[in-house]
């Protein structure tokens, strides 16, 4: 199999031209996602804020249910 000459990556003034250039270029044309690793970044501080959203039940109860077998599984025996 040929290997896909893979383009460079634009340098971007600021974080809305960076968004706007992903949101309309695919990712595989710049990086090789075969290659990729992993990364895990343990000293992340996760910001969070109340919201409010109108779901229908089903779509709320499918969240929970999935949110549950998350923290099922996170949960030391």
């Known amino acids: 199999m ?11 003034r600021n974080e809305d031209e960076e ?12 990086f090789d996602w075969d290659k ?3 990364v895990v970044f343990p000293n992340l501080k996760m910001t969070t804020r109340t ?3 109108r779901l229908p039940e089903s779509v709320r109860d499918e969240h929970a249910r999935r949110a549950a077998s998350v923290i ?3 949960v030391p025996q």
């Open 36 to 38: 990729a690793e992993r």
């Open 72 to 74: 099922d599984k996170n």
């Open 51 to 53: 919201i409010s959203h």
């Open 19 to 30: 968004r706007e250039f992903w949101w309309t270029h695919d990712s595989t044309d710049y």
């Open 2 to 12: 040929k290997k896909k000459k893979l383009k460079e990556v634009p340098e971007f």
